[in-house]
Nanobody
């Protein structure tokens, strides 16, 4: 059974950084694409970043390119999202998602698995 467990969210101030973690289990993810999405209450889930597990190829939303980095640690079976220079517009629940294909995707419905999310709140 695939499990994705996010952590690392919290309340920070504008300008701070956060590193979100996604602990994976239940499968060998070498053939998977992993992604981070964000979602505000009542809104659709929005793409943030994606990476293929095996090659480490990455893609980013325009809104976070240059200030966020997605990475993975194979030994720890964990995917990370480093976010820098946060501002209140980054306040959302962040979800880790996985799809059993080595092709990144930017749409939530193309992913098969996701976690429960971790809340990020940025105060001004």
């Amino acid at each position: 059974q695939v499990q994705l467990v996010e952590s690392g969210g919290g309340l920070v101030q504008a300008g701070d950084s956060l590193r979100l973690s996604c602990a994976t289990s239940g499968r060998t993810f070498s053939g998977y694409a992993m992604a981070w999405f964000r979602q505000a209450l009542g809104k659709e889930r929005e793409f943030v970043a994606a990476s293929t597990w095996s090659s480490g190829s990455t893609s980013y939303a325009d809104s976070v390119r240059g200030r966020s980095t997605i990475s993975r640690d194979g030994a720890k079976n964990t995917v990370y999202l480093q976010m820098n220079s946060l501002n209140p517009e980054h306040t959302d629940v962040y979800y880790c998602e996985a799809r059993p294909l080595q092709h990144k995707a930017t749409m939530h419905h193309l992913y098969a698995y996701w976690g429960q999310g971790t809340q990020v709140t940025v105060s001004s």
